[in-house]
């Protein structure tokens, strides 16, 4: 057992709680469900424990409300991920999204559109050079192997007749 004692010692009050809301993005989630995922930034002075809930509309079907899944903490001036799946099978389209979050007593709302199904992200090739020069390397290197292995068959063929 414990007891938890937030002991303020210097002038003033209580420091101020405060955050927001910079987005909300939806990506693919365990089991074939979405999830939702807000980046709150910390602008106050003590640290947020974030929790809350989602709620999905789509002309006249509802979802939710869903409740955050990670009760992340955020410490002052710093960024988080606060994330929110959505453990329910949803029609495909776009959904009008309604998140509410809160630390203690301070609560901030968030709206935005999301689209289902969301897929999995797709791996992007960069090539930091033309793709011909690489082939055009190593077909030159294998040409000149192919005519090294000649020669030298060549070469032996006529050291074994002489």
Same mark, same amino acid.
């Given at each position: 057992?414990? !007891?938890r004692?937030c002991l303020d010692?210097?002038?003033?009050?209580?420091?101020p709680?405060?955050?927001r809301i910079?987005?909300?993005?939806a990506?693919?989630?365990p089991?074939?469900?979405?999830?939702?995922t807000?980046?709150v930034t910390?602008t106050?002075?003590?640290a947020?424990?974030?929790?809350?809930?989602? @709620?999905?509309?789509?002309a006249?079907?509802q979802a939710g409300?869903?409740?955050?899944?990670?009760g992340?903490?955020?410490? $002052?001036?710093?960024s988080?991920?606060v994330r929110?799946e959505v453990?329910q099978a949803?029609p495909?389209?776009?959904?009008?999204?309604n998140a509410?979050l809160a630390s203690?007593?301070v609560?901030r709302t968030?709206?935005g559109k999301i @689209?289902?199904p969301v897929a999995?992200?797709?791996?992007?090739a960069? @090539?930091?050079g $033309?793709?011909?020069?690489?082939?055009?390397?190593?077909?030159?290197?294998?040409?000149?192997l !192919?005519?090294?292995?000649?020669?030298?068959?060549v070469?032996?063929?006529?050291?074994?007749?002489?």
């Open positions: 057992m414990g !007891i004692v010692v210097g002038p003033g009050g209580e420091p709680t405060d955050f910079e987005g909300l993005a990506e693919p989630g089991g074939g469900f979405p999830v939702v807000a980046k910390n106050g002075q003590r947020v424990d974030m929790t809350g809930t989602l @709620s999905l509309n789509k006249k079907v409300p869903f409740k955050v899944t990670n992340v903490t955020i410490l $002052p001036g710093q988080g991920q929110i453990n949803l495909a389209g776009v959904w009008d999204v509410k203690g007593v609560e968030a709206t @689209s289902l999995a992200p797709m791996a992007v960069t @090539s930091t $033309p793709n011909w020069l690489v082939y055009a390397v190593g077909g030159t290197a294998l040409l000149a !192919i005519t090294l292995a000649g020669w030298y068959l070469r032996r063929q006529r050291t074994q007749l002489a």
